[in-house]
């Protein structure tokens, strides 16, 4: 915690002493994953000590020489060479003029901020009090991530800026990642949701990058099982996050007791370059990596790359040779770099035993609520020290931002065998009936009554509001909170089944799905049933 000066006065940067804090600043110094960064660290005691010599260095557009200085660069090289040791890295005189020029650029980009004093970069580097901060000393703290440090010459990220439960990263030994392109057909989007749908119901945290497409239909699958927890990775901060369109899935990640991470501060913009380093997180986190669909240039390769050179496994959906859909996941299979992904639905041989999600116990989640905390937290903390008390887990301390990832008591359960259990709805025609089968075969029993009901009330008095598609849920005896409903939505959009426009829901109509399925067979693969297999990317 932040000490005071005597004059209980904030503390200038120059006397930063948090280290959580302080690897925040070095991460906006290295504006990225930096090696040289990490090798600085690695010799120092401290991230507090490092900040500290990295600011007493002369800035370097400011004229003159002086023995504080000097004495400044020989402590920084001094820390370069001896983590670089530690690091099993070799040094030549190349990379210590390479580091003097490197260094220089930190700290130019730490000149605006000792300007401040510690509580206002404390609010900058937090949103506010918006975004928690996690460092590799926090319970919670991904292990995995290290992997960037020992078998790649990437740097791991510093800290990680986080919004949600920091909880996820350990309510899962073995994360599956899911992955690909942006702009994948019906076949990509339905092996991707149905992957992360059945993923999360057996209990494992699901990780993607949040984009439209592959990834949106990743997180949409894991929220679908109903007790699911899914991770979204960003490319910039987490005040830019991104695209806007998805902005009803990150609200329904954090709700469910998912996360929203990024390892850049708050106000970094998502530019183009950071999308490929992002990708590292993603196969760093991640035991399993699966690429549902990919284009021969598409960034879902990168991170299968990175997971390639991490050492995890990767499996990738074959597709037909003829659609561009295809190539980048075929091309992998090809290489020998991803294994032939053979089923969507059957996961068992891609992620380990199902289970419960991990919950810690209550040492693990006071520590966490003590070290894991917003900038207003820690800001109350200093300024009340005589009376401190630290929030609990799930306490309605308005300034604590872990959540405990229960389930809302009017959400629906969810059981094994309602999952596949396929719906029941009446219909009106034999050929609307036939339809209708054949698309909700693949719906919870959840999903196909919220379908059933949106067709009732259309029928009855055109396409229905949330609020009145709640009620007439309720008077068919099944509450659902705004939150839940608000995923089986979701989920049902993504597979084409509804639409929502100026607020309603609006079904499509069997024959209308019919038909665009049928123009789809001639133009796309088709996607796959929730029980089939994908072999070759054909049913």
């Not at 928690?132 to 010459?153: E, F, I, K, N």
């Not at 995890?312 to 075929?330: H, M, S």
């Amino acid at each position: 915690m932040m000490k005071t000066m005597p004059d209980d006065q904030p503390l200038p940067m120059t006397m930063v002493e948090s280290d959580w804090l302080a690897r925040t600043v070095l991460t906006l110094a290295a504006d990225g994953p930096d090696a040289f960064m990490i090798a600085c660290l690695l010799g120092s005691d401290q991230a507090a000590d490092l900040c500290r010599n990295l600011i007493e260095l002369r800035a370097p557009n400011q004229a003159g020489t002086d023995s504080h200085h000097d004495a400044a660069r020989t402590r920084l090289d001094e820390h370069f060479l001896k983590g670089t040791a530690r690091w099993g890295r070799q040094t030549s005189p190349e990379d210590l003029t390479r580091f003097h020029k490197i260094s220089n650029s930190w700290r130019r980009r730490l000149t605006p901020l000792l300007a401040m004093d510690t509580d206002q970069v404390r609010t900058m580097m937090t949103g506010g009090g918006r975004f928690w901060v996690m460092t590799p000393s926090d319970p919670c703290w991904p292990g995995q991530v290290d992997d960037l440090a020992r078998r790649s010459d990437w740097a791991p990220p510093l800290c990680l800026w986080g919004q949600g439960n920091p909880e996820t990263f350990i309510c899962c030994d073995r994360p599956l990642a899911v992955v690909g392109s942006r702009t994948c057909d019906e076949y990509g989007r339905s092996t991707a949701h149905q992957i992360a749908r059945k993923a999360a119901g057996e209990g494992h945290l699901v990780v993607s990058g949040g984009a439209m497409g592959t990834d949106a239909a990743a997180h949409w699958g894991a929220l679908a099982a109903g007790d699911g927890r899914t991770v979204a990775v960003f490319a910039g901060g987490l005040l830019h996050m991104g695209p806007k369109r998805n902005s009803r899935l990150f609200e329904n990640i954090e709700a469910d007791g998912g996360a929203l991470i990024s390892e850049l501060p708050p106000g970094t913009i998502p530019e183009a370059r950071r999308f490929l380093l992002r990708n590292r997180i993603i196969a760093a986190l991640a035991s399993n990596i699966v690429v549902a669909q990919a284009r021969h240039r598409s960034g879902a390769l990168n991170t299968a790359n990175w997971g390639v050179e991490l050492g995890r496994r990767v499996l990738a959906a074959p597709g037909r040779i003829d659609q561009p859909e295809n190539t980048g996941c075929n091309r992998l299979i090809h290489e020998g770099k991803a294994e032939l992904l053979l089923s969507a639905s059957d996961i068992r041989d891609i992620c380990h035993p199902a289970h419960e999600p991990v919950h810690p116990g209550k040492s693990v989640r006071q520590e966490v609520s003590a070290s894991v905390n917003t900038a207003e937290s820690r800001g109350n903390q200093m300024n009340r020290q005589n009376a401190r008390r630290t929030p609990t887990v799930g306490s309605d301390h308005p300034n604590q931002t872990i959540h405990g990832g229960q389930p809302d008591p009017t959400v629906l359960k969810q059981s094994p065998t309602d999952r596949d259990e396929p719906s029941t709805q009446p219909s009106n025609s034999g050929t609307d009936s036939e339809c209708k089968k054949a698309d909700d075969e693949c719906l919870t029993k959840e999903e196909a009554t919220v379908l059933a009901a949106i067709r009732t009330c259309q029928r009855r008095n055109g396409p229905p509001m949330t609020g009145q598609l709640r009620a007439e849920l309720a008077d068919q005896g099944r509450e659902l909170s705004v939150r839940h409903l608000m995923q089986l939505l979701g989920s049902l959009e993504i597979r084409g089944l509804i639409s929502l426009k100026d607020g309603c829901v609006v079904a499509e109509h069997p024959k209308n799905q019919a038909c665009q399925r049928q123009r789809s067979k001639s133009t796309t693969q088709p996607s796959a049933p929730a029980d089939s297999s994908l072999r070759g990317g054909t049913k």
